[in-house]
């Protein structure tokens, strides 16, 4: 296969299994997102929907969020780890996004950015998910199996989101990239992983990592 056989392999396989993709972070306006976003930092979003649910009960805006302490924000926020830091950045932004917003979640990457404890992937899923601007947020999941893929040298995740970028149609960023979290998830994890029920890298996957995989298996 050429590598341009092999995206549109990736594509196809990931629309046959997900033709519909559910947001992982349960939100309900830009502002609620970028705060279960930040949260998720180390963190599952399972335990996140769990944290926010309590958290929007008492304030689901950032004039609500000002009006509780940085120590009452870590105290409810405290099972998502990280607490200190995180509970801090959503008392700093909901100030800024105050101050110089309107209260409003700007849809600009460089003001995203600039908030207290958003760095480029926080952005980048609120660009994507909130406002639909395409952007292509890389965790771990999609780290992984762009390497397994052979599809990027899995030096860094800046370096794997330029190739994402460059190898995958822009208007399918935003679809994609939660594509790939589900099948890393579920079909190609870092632990507990099977070959045999992982299509895509069993069909294009790195021969390194694939000899890698049986080599374990017979230990």
Do not use: C
């Amino acid at each position: 296969m050429t590598k341009q056989e092999k995206v549109q392999f990736v594509i196809d396989t990931l629309n046959d299994i997900y033709p519909k993709i559910p947001i992982p972070l349960d939100h309900k306006d830009p502002y609620t997102l970028l705060i279960a976003v930040l949260l998720s930092a180390q963190s599952t979003d399972v335990k996140v929907n769990q944290i926010t649910s309590l958290l929007f009960e008492v304030a689901d805006n950032p004039y609500k969020m000002v009006k509780l302490s940085v120590e009452e924000i870590r105290e409810i926020i405290k099972p998502v780890g990280l607490s200190p830091m995180k509970s801090k950045g959503i008392y700093g932004l909901s100030e800024i996004l105050i101050e110089k917003y309107n209260g409003q979640v700007p849809a600009d990457f460089a003001a995203l950015e600039s908030l207290p404890a958003v760095g480029h992937k926080t952005a980048s899923v609120v660009m994507a998910q909130a406002f639909n601007v395409p952007a292509f947020p890389v965790d771990t999941h999609i780290h992984r199996l762009m390497y397994r893929w052979n599809l990027s040298n899995g030096k860094n995740v800046n370096q794997t989101e330029k190739d994402a970028k460059r190898l995958f149609p822009k208007d399918l960023w935003n679809k994609l990239h939660l594509q790939i979290i589900w099948y890393g998830r579920q079909y190609s994890p870092a632990r507990g992983w099977d070959l045999e029920k992982d299509i895509i890298t069993k069909t294009i996957g790195r021969k390194s990592v694939i000899n890698e995989y049986h080599k374990k298996r017979k230990k």
